[in-house]
């Protein structure tokens, strides 16, 4: 089994569909994900994930992990303190996660989530 997978460039076909769990609520924001690796026990994906400005309620059921490469979003928890990331930034989100992320500039981030 390889321990080492270097992710394969993203200029294969993204998937545009919105995310599970994701409804828009402010403009007409397009998103673009690429599942680049799932590990080989099937509980953990990376790739890269692009948006357009706009906002989305989202529901999450899996852990996050984001380095931030380009744009700034407003993501605000349900009932909670807004929290500002910036290209450069990384960040986690909880899967229990429920609340609003505002794009403010078209976003460009690298992910790994868990899978439930």
Request: proline share 6%; charged share 20%; with cysteine.
């Amino acid at each position: 089994m390889q321990t080492v997978i270097k992710l394969p460039p993203t200029d294969q076909n993204p998937s545009t569909d919105d995310l599970d769990g994701w409804i828009k609520t402010e403009g007409n924001p397009q998103m673009k994900t690429w599942a680049l690796h799932t590990s080989a026990a099937g509980d953990m994906v990376s790739g890269i994930w692009e948006c357009t400005v706009g906002s989305y309620h989202a529901t999450y059921t899996a852990y996050e992990y984001v380095v931030l490469i380009a744009g700034r979003i407003v993501i605000t928890p349900d009932g909670g303190t807004p929290v500002t990331v910036k290209a450069g930034d990384s960040f986690v989100v909880e899967p229990t996660f429920k609340g609003t992320w505002k794009i403010e500039e078209d976003v460009r981030k690298y992910f790994d989530f868990r899978i439930k």
